[in-house]
């Protein structure tokens, strides 16, 4: 059978029998792959450091019937030391490899790859406030997977903007006629900031107050849940941190 390398990022690992483990990794051009790596919980393995979660490494993959094997992986991207000694940099991070893990194989485009690498760059870096990193990723995510949300103009009837109410289900921003009974208003604040995630306005995104990045980033978790069709388990530790230093 074939092998072939690619450039992956690696999403999360799982033991497999006494000495090996199953990764799971978003690659450049062949979308989300899983292979094992043979020996790598052994002390002696030179791969396993490798093969960690938030690590982005070259990798060569012999081609299975249900599962590759990786022969070989050179490090391209050593950002898990940097993530890990940092608790909110370490829940965003999860929480973003979680979001790419949601991913259909065919919204697994060299596209997404990119975008999470630099996401986790920018985490191991220090950049920015790392609940800001993880919501702009989630937007751009949802963005590239035609997901979109409609923020200058009604998502249901294209009424041009600016709304007051952001509905998760319809798509975004909607005008009064549309919106649902009972729908929460927010602050046009909150809605630049939105925008300003969405676009990498990063000064603007730095400079919101406390309580506009968090009216924000409650919708943003919401918007992107409802479109996976699953929870992120991760978001629930990423929300509780940032409470906890709030207080």
């Not at 081609?63 to 391209?76: C, F, P, T, V, Y």
């Not at 995510?141 to 007051?164: E, F, K, N, V, Y």
């Not at 289900?169 to 909607?174: A, E, L, P, S, Y």
Request: proline share 4%; net charge neutral; glycine share 8%.
């Amino acid at each position: 059978m074939p092998t072939y390398r690619d450039e992956v990022v690696v999403l999360r690992t799982h033991k497999l029998g006494e000495a090996d483990r199953i990764v799971t990794m978003l690659s450049r051009r062949h979308g989300k792959v899983r292979a094992v790596a043979k020996g790598v919980r052994r002390t002696s393995s030179r791969l396993g450091a490798r093969v960690e979660p938030f690590m982005v490494a070259d990798v060569l993959l012999y081609q299975g019937r249900s599962l590759d094997i990786i022969q070989q992986a050179e490090s391209l991207g050593s950002y898990g030391a940097d993530i890990a000694v940092h608790y909110d940099r370490y829940t965003a991070a999860h929480a973003m490899v979680e979001a790419a893990d949601r991913l259909n194989e065919a919204e697994a485009t060299p596209q997404q790859y990119l975008l999470l690498v630099g996401g986790l760059r920018a985490l191991a870096k220090g950049e920015h406030v790392p609940r800001s990193i993880l919501d702009s990723y989630l937007l751009r995510a949802m963005a590239l997977s035609g997901w979109a949300p409609g923020l200058s103009q009604c998502a249901r009837c294209g009424l041009p903007g600016p709304h007051d109410t952001f509905v998760a289900q319809v798509g975004g921003m909607v005008c009064r006629d549309c919106a649902p009974a009972g729908s929460a208003r927010i602050a046009p604040a909150t809605v630049s900031l939105l925008e300003a995630l969405m676009s990498g306005e990063w000064d603007e995104v730095d400079a919101a107050p406390a309580g506009t990045s968090a009216a924000a980033s409650g919708l943003i978790a919401a918007y992107a849940q409802w479109h996976l069709e699953r929870g992120i388990r991760s978001l629930s530790h990423v929300s509780s941190r940032t409470e906890e230093i709030a207080r």
